[in-house]
Protein backbone atom coordinates (compact mmCIF):
# COMPACT_ATOMS: atom_id res chain seq x y z
CA UNK A 1 0.00 0.00 0.00
CA UNK A 2 2.53 2.41 1.08
CA UNK A 3 4.28 1.84 -2.61
CA UNK A 4 1.22 2.93 -4.07
CA UNK A 5 0.78 5.91 -2.16
CA UNK A 6 4.01 7.18 -3.29
CA UNK A 7 3.27 6.39 -6.75
CA UNK A 8 0.13 8.45 -6.30
CA UNK A 9 2.34 11.14 -5.04
CA UNK A 10 4.65 11.10 -7.84
CA UNK A 11 2.33 11.10 -10.17
CA UNK A 12 0.29 14.25 -8.70
CA UNK A 13 3.41 16.67 -8.85
CA UNK A 14 8.09 26.47 -12.10
CA UNK A 15 7.79 27.53 -14.97
CA UNK A 16 3.85 28.74 -15.66
CA UNK A 17 2.67 27.67 -18.45
CA UNK A 18 -0.75 25.66 -17.86
CA UNK A 19 -3.51 24.31 -20.07
CA UNK A 20 -5.93 25.41 -21.67
CA UNK A 21 -9.38 24.54 -19.92
CA UNK A 22 -10.36 22.61 -22.92
CA UNK A 23 -7.03 20.67 -23.29
CA UNK A 24 -7.06 19.53 -19.27
CA UNK A 25 -7.82 15.75 -19.61
CA UNK A 26 -6.56 15.32 -22.60
CA UNK A 27 -3.22 16.90 -21.87
CA UNK A 28 -2.83 14.45 -18.28
CA UNK A 29 -3.29 11.77 -19.89
CA UNK A 30 -0.51 12.71 -21.93
CA UNK A 31 2.09 13.72 -19.01
CA UNK A 32 0.88 10.62 -17.04
CA UNK A 33 1.65 8.37 -20.03
CA UNK A 34 5.14 9.84 -20.39
CA UNK A 35 6.11 9.94 -17.29
CA UNK A 36 5.01 5.70 -16.91
CA UNK A 37 7.12 5.11 -19.77
CA UNK A 38 9.89 6.68 -18.39
CA UNK A 39 9.60 4.71 -15.52
CA UNK A 40 9.57 1.87 -17.19
CA UNK A 41 12.35 2.43 -19.22
CA UNK A 42 15.34 0.17 -17.50
CA UNK A 43 17.89 1.49 -19.53
CA UNK A 44 17.48 5.38 -18.04
CA UNK A 45 19.63 6.47 -14.43
CA UNK A 46 17.47 7.25 -11.89
CA UNK A 47 18.98 10.70 -12.54
CA UNK A 48 18.04 11.03 -16.02
CA UNK A 49 14.51 9.74 -15.22
CA UNK A 50 14.09 12.29 -12.61
CA UNK A 51 14.97 14.81 -15.37
CA UNK A 52 12.76 13.71 -17.56
CA UNK A 53 10.01 13.77 -15.02
CA UNK A 54 10.05 16.98 -14.31
CA UNK A 55 10.01 18.19 -17.37
CA UNK A 56 7.11 16.46 -18.35
CA UNK A 57 5.02 17.96 -15.05
CA UNK A 58 6.95 21.57 -14.08
CA UNK A 59 4.56 23.52 -16.68
CA UNK A 60 1.14 22.43 -15.42
CA UNK A 61 2.40 22.84 -11.72
CA UNK A 62 2.63 26.44 -9.54
CA UNK A 63 4.75 25.87 -7.45
CA UNK A 64 4.28 29.76 -6.38
CA UNK A 65 0.62 28.86 -5.46
CA UNK A 66 1.36 25.71 -3.58
CA UNK A 67 3.98 27.85 -1.24
CA UNK A 68 1.65 30.41 -0.85
CA UNK A 69 -1.58 27.96 0.06
CA UNK A 70 0.98 25.48 2.57
CA UNK A 71 2.10 28.69 4.63
CA UNK A 72 -1.20 30.30 5.09
CA UNK A 73 -1.55 33.05 7.08
CA UNK A 74 2.26 33.05 7.35
CA UNK A 75 2.21 34.13 3.69
CA UNK A 76 1.59 37.55 4.04
CA UNK A 77 4.32 38.33 7.01
CA UNK A 78 7.24 37.36 4.88
CA UNK A 79 9.39 39.77 2.85
CA UNK A 80 9.67 39.33 -1.22
CA UNK A 81 13.06 37.45 -0.71
CA UNK A 82 11.80 35.25 2.10
CA UNK A 83 8.73 34.23 -0.04
CA UNK A 84 11.38 33.43 -3.26
CA UNK A 85 13.59 31.45 -0.44
CA UNK A 86 10.66 29.49 0.44
CA UNK A 87 9.22 28.61 -3.06
CA UNK A 88 12.39 27.45 -4.00
CA UNK A 89 12.50 25.03 -1.16
CA UNK A 90 9.48 24.33 -1.07
CA UNK A 91 9.51 23.36 -4.96
CA UNK A 92 12.65 21.18 -4.05
CA UNK A 93 11.39 19.59 -1.36
CA UNK A 94 7.93 18.41 -3.19
CA UNK A 95 10.21 16.83 -5.91
CA UNK A 96 12.53 15.56 -3.73
CA UNK A 97 10.00 13.38 -2.06
CA UNK A 98 7.94 12.56 -4.78
CA UNK A 99 11.27 11.03 -6.25
CA UNK A 100 12.54 9.41 -3.54
CA UNK A 101 9.79 7.01 -3.94
CA UNK A 102 9.50 6.86 -7.83
CA UNK A 103 11.91 3.82 -7.39
CA UNK A 104 8.45 2.08 -5.98
CA UNK A 105 6.19 1.77 -8.97
CA UNK A 106 4.83 -0.94 -10.19
CA UNK A 107 3.65 -0.79 -12.87
CA UNK A 108 0.04 0.52 -11.46
CA UNK A 109 -1.91 2.39 -14.18
CA UNK A 110 -3.95 5.48 -14.51
CA UNK A 111 -7.27 5.78 -15.52
CA UNK A 112 -8.92 9.87 -15.74
CA UNK A 113 -12.48 10.05 -15.04
CA UNK A 114 -14.63 13.28 -14.86
CA UNK A 115 -13.49 16.22 -14.86
CA UNK A 116 -15.43 19.37 -13.24
CA UNK A 117 -15.53 23.10 -12.72
CA UNK A 118 -16.08 23.88 -9.13
CA UNK A 119 -16.18 27.49 -9.68
CA UNK A 120 -15.44 30.01 -12.27
CA UNK A 121 -11.80 29.82 -11.84
CA UNK A 122 -11.51 26.52 -10.30
CA UNK A 123 -11.59 22.83 -11.88
CA UNK A 124 -10.63 19.40 -10.37
CA UNK A 125 -9.83 16.40 -12.20
CA UNK A 126 -10.47 13.20 -10.81
CA UNK A 127 -8.70 9.63 -11.32
CA UNK A 128 -7.49 6.58 -10.28
CA UNK A 129 -5.13 4.86 -9.37
CA UNK A 130 -5.38 1.10 -10.44
CA UNK A 131 -3.17 -1.73 -9.22
CA UNK A 132 -3.55 -5.47 -8.94
CA UNK A 133 -5.09 -5.56 -5.53
CA UNK A 134 -6.13 -1.76 -5.26
CA UNK A 135 -7.40 1.50 -6.72
CA UNK A 136 -7.06 4.78 -5.28
CA UNK A 137 -8.36 7.79 -6.33
CA UNK A 138 -6.93 11.35 -7.42
CA UNK A 139 -7.79 14.36 -7.66
CA UNK A 140 -5.93 17.18 -9.54
CA UNK A 141 -7.13 20.47 -8.36
CA UNK A 142 -6.58 23.54 -10.81
CA UNK A 143 -7.34 27.14 -10.90
CA UNK A 144 -6.67 29.61 -13.98
CA UNK A 145 -5.08 32.24 -14.18
CA UNK A 146 -5.45 35.63 -13.53
CA UNK A 147 -4.25 37.01 -16.71
CA UNK A 148 -4.75 34.36 -19.17
CA UNK A 149 -6.51 31.69 -20.14
CA UNK A 150 -4.01 29.14 -18.79
CA UNK A 151 -4.69 26.56 -16.07
CA UNK A 152 -2.38 24.69 -13.24
CA UNK A 153 -2.19 22.26 -10.20
CA UNK A 154 -2.52 24.24 -6.95
CA UNK A 155 -2.88 20.71 -5.31
CA UNK A 156 -3.67 17.16 -5.35
CA UNK A 157 -5.72 15.39 -3.29
CA UNK A 158 -4.69 11.33 -2.50
CA UNK A 159 -7.20 9.24 -1.09
CA UNK A 160 -9.49 12.19 0.41
CA UNK A 161 -5.87 13.49 1.84
CA UNK A 162 -4.68 17.24 0.21
CA UNK A 163 -0.93 17.05 0.08
CA UNK A 164 -1.37 21.17 -0.07
CA UNK A 165 -3.19 20.92 3.38
CA UNK A 166 -0.92 18.45 4.81
CA UNK A 167 1.99 20.60 4.30
CA UNK A 168 -0.27 23.82 5.56
CA UNK A 169 -1.26 21.76 8.86
CA UNK A 170 2.76 20.82 9.34
CA UNK A 171 4.37 24.18 8.93
CA UNK A 172 1.63 26.42 11.25
CA UNK A 173 2.39 23.25 14.13
CA UNK A 174 6.10 23.94 13.28
CA UNK A 175 5.39 28.19 13.30
CA UNK A 176 3.77 28.49 16.49
CA UNK A 177 7.06 27.36 18.49
CA UNK A 178 9.56 28.01 15.71
CA UNK A 179 11.00 30.82 13.83
CA UNK A 180 10.42 31.01 9.74
CA UNK A 181 14.11 30.60 9.34
CA UNK A 182 14.06 27.49 11.31
CA UNK A 183 11.38 26.34 9.15
CA UNK A 184 13.83 27.03 5.74
CA UNK A 185 16.47 25.08 7.55
CA UNK A 186 14.10 21.95 8.05
CA UNK A 187 13.41 22.19 4.21
Keep these: MKTKIILLMLLSTVLLFGVEKSQIRKSMIGKVSKI ?3 LEN ?3 SMQKKEKMIFKVVDDIFSYKTMSKISLGKYWKTLTPS ?3 SFEKKFEKKL ?3 YFNKVKLYNNQKTVFK ?3 ETKKNRIV ?3 A ?3 KDENYKIIYKFFKEKNGDNWLIYDVNLMG ?3 IQTYRKQFAGFLKTKSFEQLLKTL
Excluded: A, H, P
Design 36 to 38: TTT
Design 42 to 44: KSY
Design 82 to 84: QKS
Design 95 to 97: KQS
Design 114 to 116: NIK
Design 125 to 127: LVS
Design 129 to 131: LVG
Design 161 to 163: VSI
